[in-house]
Each structure stands twice: as structure tokens, then as C-alpha cells.
């Protein structure tokens, strides 16, 4: 029914300045090895696992992508405005901030 159920939608303000919004889908765990490999930049203290969130946001005109994955590292500030409408459309899928 995740579909059907009303979802909270949060802004993500990242370390480069940039501003994500969008519902939490999922959260994995990544090894560390495996950031490494893929080119990835890490503190020399990162544990052996990084979350990595799947962020829906929806509005796939304007971002050409339903989805965006963020590592936890580049996440600056998290936070669940209360000022954000979420709508839902006929057509082109749901976007999920306007």
C-alpha cells in the first residue's frame, strides 16, 4: 500500500550547497570498500559501512528522474518543512513537491 499512504517529504541540504527535496524511500548500507573502488572520496576515519538513501522526488519534466541516491557524508542538513505541498496528477506519474 506504499503507494496509496501519504508520505513525509524532506529537504536535504547537501555540502556543496545544493537542495534536494523528496520522500526517503530506502536506506542501504554501503561498504566502504566499495565507495572506495568507485572512485569515491571518504575521511580516512569512515566506518566500513556509509548509508546511502533513495530519495524520490518525483517531477520527472523538469530532473529527467523519479529518483536520486545521496551518500549520508554529503548531507549537510536534514530537515521536514511544513510549508511543502504534495499533489498528485492525472497524468505523467505523482510529483511529489511543486
Known amino acids: 500500500m506504499r503507494y496509496f499512504w501519504p508520505h513525509s517529504v524532506y529537504e536535504f541540504e547537501l555540502n556543496n550547497g545544493q537542495r534536494i527535496i523528496g520522500e526517503r524511500y530506502a536506506i542501504n548500507q554501503i561498504p566502504r570498500q566499495q565507495l572506495l573502488d568507485a572512485g569515491i572520496k571518504l575521511a580516512p576515519d569512515a566506518p566500513t559501512t556509509l548509508p546511502r538513501y533513495l530519495i524520490k522526488t518525483g517531477n520527472r519534466e523538469w530532473q529527467n528522474q523519479d529518483f536520486v541516491t545521496l551518500l549520508?557524508?554529503?548531507i549537510r542538513h536534514t530537515r521536514?518543512?511544513?510549508d511543502l505541498l504534495v499533489l498528485e496528477r492525472e497524468h505523467n506519474g505523482t510529483p511529489m513537491v511543486i
Open 72 to 74: 549520508a557524508q554529503d
Open 80 to 82: 521536514k518543512p511544513k
